[in-house]
């Protein structure tokens, strides 16, 4: 289930996130969006949240907090420049993060630019954000397994500044700028959505026995009731 205030913005691209997802809002800082939250949590299993630092702590619902409401859960955090040193609380987000580290100066002397160019995946997906994300799903998936194998409730970190200086650590190459696009078309689906047609990559799993899917389409943020 996808969280959200209901007196936030959201960006275009939660279309193609919230696929699989129910998707509800909930106002922390009222009575009722807290309780509706606690009930949440009493019957979850993982708890992922990207929000800034402290931001949810000072909700109640930091890591200690929600474990001790439901021993055994997996919280999940996601951080712009992680959690120690001068900017550790600072908020930001890919964009942000990029021109911090160098990526945008870097990619704009690849292409010949004399401005900033971010380093994209695809329209509208930045690379620190999706890689930062498959990155928590396999954190979560890790500590799962510990979780069922020697118990306790347990936090996965990741910060998109840390995704970024893994990605530079793996190097260039050379000229890739110019490299040839691959084609995606075997891997792209069209699907009915909240959203209306939604073209877009479908499960990188392949399981031996049951094909890989979404049970649920890609709704807009607060179309189901926040219960299980």
């Not at 009222?30 to 509706?36: L, V």
């Not at 900017?87 to 002397?109: C, I, K, P, Y």
């Not at 936090?155 to 700028?177: E, K």
């Not at 075997?186 to 959505?193: C, K």
């Amino acid at each position: 289930m996808l969280v959200n205030s209901p007196n936030l913005p959201n960006i275009p691209a939660i279309a193609d996130t919230s696929r699989g997802k129910r998707s509800a809002h909930l106002d922390l800082l009222t009575g009722d969006g807290r309780a509706t939250l606690e009930r949440l949590i009493d019957d979850a299993h993982v708890f992922s949240q990207g929000y800034r630092p402290g931001g949810l702590a000072a909700l109640s619902f930091g890591p200690d907090e929600v474990a001790k409401r439901r021993p055994g859960i997996v919280y999940a955090s996601l951080t712009a420049y992680g959690t120690q040193g001068p900017w550790a609380r600072r908020r930001g987000f890919d964009s942000l993060v990029q021109t911090a580290m160098g990526f945008n100066d870097a990619e704009a002397r690849a292409f010949r630019e004399d401005k900033p160019h971010p380093l994209q995946m695809q329209m509208q997906m930045q690379m620190l954000d999706m890689a930062s994300g498959f990155l928590m799903a396999f954190g979560v998936s890790a500590a799962l397994w510990k979780q069922q194998t020697e118990g306790g409730s347990w936090h996965v970190q990741v910060s998109l500044a840390q995704t970024g200086h893994w990605l530079r650590g793996l190097g260039r190459i050379a000229d890739g700028v110019h490299a040839a696009k691959p084609d995606f078309a075997p891997y792209l689906e069209t699907v009915e959505s909240g959203f209306g047609a939604l073209k877009a990559v479908t499960p990188s799993a392949r399981l031996a026995r049951t094909p890989a899917g979404y049970a649920r389409p890609s709704v807009p943020p607060g179309t189901s009731e926040a219960r299980w």
